[in-house]
T-cell receptor
Framework: NAGVTQTPKFRVLKTGQSMTLLCAQD?????MYWYRQDPGMGLRLIHY???????AKGEVPDGYNVSRLKKQNFLLGLESAAPSQTSVYFC????????????FGQGTRLTVV | AQSVAQPEDQVNVAEGNPLTVKCTYS??????LFWYVQYPNRGLQFLLK??????LVKGSYGFEAEFNKSQTSFHLKKPSALVSDSALYFC???????????????FGKGTKLSVIP
């Protein structure tokens, strides 16, 4: 099993450009999450999804949009990138049981210049 | 809303000595608690979790954690540290189900563990 796969692994954007980060999981998990990791801030939840066709805002949703058209995929979009969105982005997925752990992808390092 | 505090940004310990990485939480009801480890340029890996039952939980790589409800703590421990344990450690909490927000897994800011040879 590949687990959780994120694409791309690295990206440099210019301010104002747009891009989409793709997360794919092969574990048939119901729940999927997008986090950003910044030094000294830990992981902060951007958006999450509890099932195909559903999404919800997390702690820091501004400037991001998400879609979950297929159960195995969770897309994170930046419509107009800003330097403040320079970060490492992690996707995670988990089973619908509340007591199960989440599985993480390898991360996407995004730099906005 | 739930929250997690990891009071130490960095913990240094000599190889072979016991280690403790501290975590306290705030959540309504009985929480689900997790520890994850992150090695450089890698994603987070699950170490262990507390769901219910025995307050001492054993996990991967010889790590264990002690749940203390009265102190709302879930400290990570290992009897004898290895240099290879050097990494970033995250504590996380998920509340018992009470609606849509229960799905959120909330992380602490992380503690960098350095094991000195």
């Amino acid at each position: 099993n590949a687990g959780v796969t994120q694409t791309p692994k690295f990206r440099v954007l210019k301010t104002g450009q747009s891009m989409t980060l793709l997360c794919a999981q092969d574990m048939n998990h119901e729940y999927m999450y997008w986090y950003r990791q910044d030094p000294g801030m830990g992981l902060r939840l951007i958006h999450y999804s509890v099932g195909e066709g559903t999404t919800a805002k997390g702690e820091v949703p501004d400037g991001y949009n998400v879609s979950r058209l297929k159960k195995q995929n969770f897309l994170l979009g930046l419509e107009s990138a800003a330097p403040s969105q320079t970060s490492v982005y992690f996707c995670a997925s988990s089973d619908r049981r509340m007591n199960t752990e989440a599985f993480f992808g390898q991360g996407t390092r995004l730099t906005v210049v | 809303a739930q929250s997690v505090a990891q009071p130490e940004d960095q913990v240094n310990v000599a190889e072979g000595n016991p280690l403790t990485v501290k975590c306290t939480y705030s959540v309504s009801g009985n929480p689900y608690l997790f520890w994850y480890v992150q090695y450089p340029n890698r994603g987070l890996q699950f170490l262990l979790k507390y769901i219910t039952g025995d307050n001492l939980v054993k996990g991967s790589y010889g790590f264990e954690a002690e749940f203390n409800k009265s102190q709302t703590s879930f400290h990570l421990k290992k009897p004898s540290a290895l240099v290879s344990d050097s990494a970033l450690y995250f504590c996380a909490v998920r509340p018992p189900y009470s609606g849509a927000g229960s799905y959120q897994l909330t992380f602490g800011k992380g503690t960098k563990l350095s094991v000195i040879p």
